[in-house]
């Protein structure tokens, strides 16, 4: 089989299973780095492939997954050296049986930024020498796995694009919640990965084929009928023991039958499949043809928590602008971050579903601005952001930083135009708002609009860029300069809904400029366009008036059964004629809209801006508030409360990682102004406790131990961290010199388990007071127990949960 041939076979091909689940079979060593075998074992390698291609395999994974420059650090290999062997040992292994080597790619072992220190620029970099190592050495296909973060996802497939031909293949690995780790949901990676230029796209590791399947069908549903998925799921999950996977060939291939349904590309295994489990799926995909019938596209655009469907009116926050503002752009001017973060904040919380973003103020270097502002956006709300600029350097800067698929506003019907930011939009995955507009001004006639629209159209398409993915904005007028050319606007709108099958887009408060009470003529054009057939509304969320058009209008035209977010919204709310009494007899004993009582009080603005990740509001808000209140008054009464209510939150699942740890980071820009503030009053630490954490021998992965380190030192403890692959006596004397009697250990892999269980061990026999906590996704409860520890700590919020009792804080 040739690269070119991939996507046409007439059959489900079947891809690999595990390669470190054979490797541990044949006595790897604990510690060791599996790609080095690439040079050290050729001969075990290639033999390893060679037994997945007698079984049937069609695409080989070489023994690259972590050859990257983070996990190789210390080798006396070079990355190309490790990259170069591992190809050419696939290599001679497929030749016999016609199968294809894949250069496999896994993530760095870095969070990236907001999250972590690793710069995206720098993640794109570094997998740019792994893609042109495996271009170098002959590889046929890109296969990218067992990603959780969808920004690390898209740094490897741009560096991928960027430096090869080759096709990619890209999966994630999801929990039995349906999100990522870092909290992408399915559909989010789904839009991301396809536009960005994914050949293909899956799910693998985590979970066995019973708990990805729901996954996988929502991955089809959400991708044309003709775009390629495949699965590699587990061999199960894992026994509480930690000897291995709880299923067998047999029950694997039973479970992979309900796949046939889903028309995949390629199936395959991950860990604890071994070649036994691929043979059997030739019988379960030996007459299964790869593709689905065709449905019709949803329009979306997300970031990795929120994938917004836009069908019927979607609501675009429009404040983050600086046309007619001289305080947002004295703002941009000064680089101050806070008052736009704040301007975000506040539309989410008024209902926006989408954050247009425009930084064109006089002045100001606009490049550089919208890439600080993108980064700084996406740090602290989840929603999806609509890059508004008719600067193609301003866009490319957002649109290569941005996590997820936005919306480009805008291009218009000028070549020039059209030719410069169709591409970018295409290379990125963004859909792209098209301004009825061309050398020619606005046009009054509606069919003059239209004509324009629909030139926009083609050369969008002609671009590839999906009908679904097109808006068009007819121009929203003043009526108070062109009052006569209002209705052409909305006969535009309706026209191109009806006759061109696009999205539509509008900002609407133009209608009123110049007029007074302008919410009136505001809410009766929004009501007028929605009718035509509006789905994106560019508008003031915080207008009460304008939003209740939307919620309304959803309701009479039944697009929100049952009433149900309109009673949501409205329910406990009172009629504008009782609401002024209810103020009034209100005003000395009500909490803040949005606060619940417990956070109203003098601590309330804190304690937002902890749960809203505002590091440089957090910050201010301490320094006020430390002119009137003890420094530890602080901690206790504000940033440890606001962190349990984002832990809280958390385990209910209403947000997620990346938002834990932005909180966190809040906290801590609080936590430097209290600890100043005690510098200078000569009183000692605020330490509530101090821990050892550590990565065990043998074990490279520590960003699951570097979010424990950040939740703990934010509520207040002192953490001692060893690092990653920590000998079992470095851990001991640690805990011995330092008198430590709280000791956390992380392990992610199963070959790492023993050395986690002879960690606690030699704790023990140490004679140590210390209690023992333990995390790490290959870990369970009951072995936790097995092994002697005294707590499992299934994520970063217990282990602060657990060191909170522990020292009675």
Wanted: some cysteine; hydrophobic content about 45%.
């Amino acid at each position: 089989m040739q690269a070119n041939e991939l996507f046409d076979r007439p059959n489900t091909i079947l891809l690999d299973g595990g390669m470190g689940t054979m490797l541990q079979a044949a006595g790897l060593k604990l510690g060791a780095r599996p790609e080095e075998l690439n040079i050290t074992d050729p001969a075990l390698i290639e033999s390893i492939h060679a037994r997945y291609a007698a079984a049937g395999s069609r695409i080989i994974n070489a023994n690259t997954f972590g050859a990257s420059a983070h996990k190789l650090a210390g080798s006396e290999y070079t990355l190309e050296e490790i990259i170069a062997a591992g190809i050419a040992n696939c290599k001679r292994a497929c030749a016999p049986y016609g199968a294809l080597a894949a250069l496999d790619v896994g993530p760095l072992g870095e969070l990236l930024e907001p999250n972590g220190t690793l710069a995206f620029e720098d993640a794109v970099a570094e997998y740019g020498r792994i893609v042109r190592a495996g271009v170098a050495a002959g590889a046929d296909l890109v296969f990218l796995e067992t990603f959780t973060d969808l920004y690390e996802l898209k740094a490897a497939l741009l560096a991928v694009k960027e430096n090869s031909s080759l096709p990619v293949l890209a999966s994630m690995s999801f929990e039995a919640g349906g999100r990522t780790f870092t909290g992408c949901t399915v559909e989010s990676f789904a839009a991301t990965a396809r536009g960005l230029g994914a050949d293909a796209v899956g799910i693998n590791c985590s979970l066995g084929p019973k708990e990805i399947f729901p996954m996988a069908k929502r991955l089809t549903e959400a991708l044309p009928g003709s775009f390629p998925v495949f699965v590699k799921p587990n061999a199960g999950l894992p026994r509480a023991d930690g000897s291995g996977y709880d299923i067998t060939p047999q029950l694997y291939a039973m479970q992979m039958k309900p796949y046939r349904e889903l028309g995949l590309f390629a199936a395959g295994g991950c860990c604890g499949t071994t070649p036994e489990f691929i043979q059997l799926l030739n019988g379960v995909f030996a007459d299964c043809r790869p593709g689905r019938p065709d449905h019709p596209m949803k329009s979306v655009v997300c970031s990795p928590m929120d994938c917004v469907d836009v069908d019927g009116i979607t609501v675009v926050g429009e404040r983050i602008n600086p046309t007619g503002k001289k305080r947002f752009q004295q703002a941009l001017r000064e680089g101050d971050m806070n008052y736009v973060l704040e301007q975000a904040v506040s539309q989410t919380e008024a209902g926006a579903q989408i954050l247009d973003v425009n930084v064109g103020a006089p002045g100001v270097d606009e490049p550089a601005l919208m890439e600080q502002v993108v980064k700084a956006l996406q740090s602290v709300v989840s929603l999806p952001l609509q890059l508004d600029s008719s600067h193609a350097e301003a866009l490319e800067r957002g649109l290569r930083v941005y996590n997820g698929k936005p919306i480009v506003n805008s291009v218009n019907g000028e070549e020039e135009k059209l030719n410069t930011i169709l591409p970018l939009c295409k290379k990125y995955g963004a859909a792209v708002v098209g301004l009825a507009i061309d050398e020619r001004g606005i046009l009054p006639k509606a069919e003059d609009r239209v004509a324009i629209a629909r030139r926009i159209r083609d050369a969008a398409l002609a671009a590839g860029i999906p009908q679904e993915d097109i808006y068009i904005d007819c121009l929203t007028l003043t009526a108070s300069a062109q009052q006569e050319d209002v209705l052409a606007t909305v006969q535009a709108l309706h026209a191109c809904k009806e006759e061109l099958g696009v999205r539509t887009i509008l900002g609407v408060s133009n209608i009123s400029f110049g007029l007074p009470c302008r919410s009136y003529l505001n809410t009766t054009f929004l009501t007028m366009a929605m009718y035509a057939g509006l789905d994106l509304a560019i508008m003031n969320p915080s207008s009460e008036e304008m939003m209740a058009a939307v919620y309304a209008y959803n309701v009479l035209t039944n697009r929100d059964k049952q009433s149900t977010k309109y009673i949501e919204r409205y329910a406990n709310r009172v009629p504008a004629s009782a609401a002024l009494v209810q103020a009034v007899q209100n005003a000395q004993t009500a909490p803040a809209a949005g606060e619940t009582p417990e956070a109203a009080g003098p601590y309330a603005p804190l304690m937002k801006a902890v749960e809203k990740g505002l590091k440089g509001e957090a910050a201010a808000r301490t320094r006020a508030l430390l002119e009137e209140k003890e420094p530890l008054e602080l901690v206790d009464e504000a940033l440890i409360p606001a962190l349990d209510i984002v832990g809280a939150k958390y385990e209910k699942g209403t947000l997620f990682l990346p938002q834990l740890l932005q909180a966190a980071t809040a906290a801590q820009g609080a936590f430097e102004e209290i600890k100043t503030a005690i510098a200078q009053k000569g009183e000692g630490s605020a330490s509530k406790g101090r821990i050892v954490i550590a990565t065990v021998k043998g074990d490279v992965h520590d960003i699951g131990k570097n979010i424990v380190r950040v939740i703990l030192e934010n509520y207040g403890f002192e953490v001692i961290d060893l690092g990653r692959d920590v000998p079992v006596e470095t851990v001991v004397n640690t805990v011995r010199e330092k008198d430590v009697h709280l000791v956390g250990l992380s392990a992610l892999m199963t070959t790492t388990l023993k050395s986690m269980e002879e960690t606690i061990r030699a704790l023990h026999d140490a004679k140590l007071d210390c209690k023992i906590m333990v995390g790490g996704a290959v870990l369970t409860p009951e072995y936790a127990k097995k092994i002697g520890a005294d707590w499992y700590a299934k994520d970063a919020k217990q282990s602060a949960d657990i060191a909170k009792e522990f020292f009675g804080v």
